[in-house]
């Protein structure tokens, strides 16, 4: 079920695989762009009236990823059947056209709109993971996912900063950004972008019956393994959600942090996940190989969420988060096992089930941290248990370690040991080299044309 296409590496490879580290860069910058001023937004628009801003943003972010959820399969699957390269520079397209109408409405039901426009067109996440399944041998996609994983962190740290700066000259300033950027990178792919799944590899059609998040699911039955991992990876999603539903919250409960120590953490948060997905995750796959990296991984971050729960103090916090950072291994290894079983022609419909469940995973944990939260706080406990948000998250992260165990255990053993060892340009080297190489993709892909 491989695609043997991807084992010799080529100058087209290379470009594409730093196009779509930069598109998924993008839009987590775009999106994280308007945070600082999409809450000052919604509280204008209601007449200041905090309370039922706080209403209207749980809306928004809720619709939001309700949006994702139903939507990734449907872009999954239309890039099994037409490729991937068009449903990811649709994505571009509308993004940017998305982020210019919220930067003109001026109601409240209009930018709520926007909001549910983002969640759709945003939904490329899917066809991107699928292209690098494409594109990158087996061994190598652990690494691969991880590099696309810094994306997220760079944007989650870097955005927002940037976005309050911005804000500060216009409220609207930061929309404008998120345009240009998106609207740049559709400009750059449409001649950069080659191809990855050839028309013999495509879907015979499009089916809506699996094009829906419940389809996508049932369609992954057929693969036990794969569906369990699936399971691991929406357990991660929904522990990870601690972290934006209720961080900044907590750490000002918690350590008495304000927005500075909130920025030094974040900042923090962003190296150690560079360091880990950019650079160890490679050596750590191929010393265990990626079923125990993966179990590495969610044992360390059940570990690291216990130790962040105990934390007495802010710099008690800061010590254990080296071990915590290593819970970034898991899902890198976690995606690249999935890629294993499927078919070239259902890549898109798995990853987009992945994202699916990923996003309902955000629903849950937008209601679950944020609550339990609150009942800590309206006790104002401050001992043992006003780290229970983050013991919630260990329990999560552990049972996802327990499920990995059972689910990998039974394995076979070239995917269980499967690991970076064999030969072959390092993805980071690859990535640097691409800028010499941008020629190659633009002739292969007026050839394909």
């Not at 944007?155 to 950004?177: K, T, Y």
Request: charged share 10%; glycine share 10%.
């Amino acid at each position: 079920m491989e695609n043997s296409a991807a084992s010799t590496p080529t100058p087209a490879r290379r470009a594409a695989l730093i196009f779509i580290f930069i598109t998924l860069l993008i839009d987590i910058l775009s999106f994280g762009l308007i945070i600082p001023v999409l809450p000052h937004l919604i509280l204008g628009f209601v007449g200041e009236n905090v309370s039922a801003a706080a209403w209207w943003y749980l809306a928004f972010s809720v619709t939001f990823m309700a949006m994702q959820f139903v939507f990734t399969p449907v872009q999954g699957a239309l890039a099994d059947r037409f490729g991937r390269r068009p449903i990811i520079l649709a994505s571009n397209l509308g993004l940017g056209l998305d982020f210019l109408m919220m930067a003109l409405v001026n109601s409240l039901p209009l930018l709520f709109i926007g909001r549910v426009i983002s969640g759709i067109t945003s939904a490329s996440f899917s066809a991107s993971n699928a292209y690098v399944a494409d594109v990158t041998p087996p061994e190598k996609r652990a690494q691969a996912y991880g590099m696309l994983g810094i994306a997220f962190g760079i944007g989650f740290v870097i955005a927002p900063v940037i976005g309050g700066f911005l804000g500060e000259i216009h409220p609207r300033l930061p929309f404008w950004a998120a345009v240009v950027m998106c609207l740049t990178n559709f400009c750059y792919g449409l001649f950069v972008l080659p191809e990855s799944l050839t028309p013999d590899k495509r879907s015979a059609y499009f089916d809506w019956a699996h094009a829906n998040p419940f389809g996508a699911l049932k369609l992954l039955r057929r693969y036990p393994q794969v569906f369990g991992l699936v399971g691991v990876v929406g357990l991660y999603a929904l522990a990870h959600m601690v972290y934006p539903t209720t961080f900044v919250l907590y750490a000002d409960y918690r350590f008495g942090w304000g927005p500075k120590m909130v920025g030094i953490t974040l900042g923090l948060v962003g190296i150690f996940s560079a360091i880990v997905q950019g650079g160890l995750i490679k050596f750590i796959v191929a010393k265990l190989g990626e079923r125990r990296a993966l179990l590495f991984g969610l044992a360390c971050g059940t570990v690291g969420f216990t130790l962040y729960a105990l934390a007495p103090t802010g710099y008690w916090f800061w010590a254990m988060m080296p071990v915590a950072a290593l819970w970034g291994v898991a899902q890198p290894a976690a995606q690249a096992m999935m890629t294993h079983f499927v078919d070239p022609r259902e890549q898109g419909r798995l990853q987009g089930a992945v994202t699916s469940v990923s996003s309902l995973a955000g629903i849950l944990g937008a209601f679950l941290f944020p609550s339990t939260l609150a009942l800590v706080s309206s006790s104002h406990d401050h001992g043992l248990w006003a780290g229970a948000t983050f013991f919630a998250a260990a329990v999560i992260v552990g049972a996802s370690l327990l499920l990995a165990w059972y689910i990998s255990a039974h394995l076979p053993a070239s995917i269980s040991a499967a690991s970076a060892k064999q030969p072959g340009p390092d993805i980071t080297e690859e990535i640097a080299a691409v800028t010499s190489d941008l020629h190659s993709p633009i002739a292969e892909t007026e050839s394909r044309a």
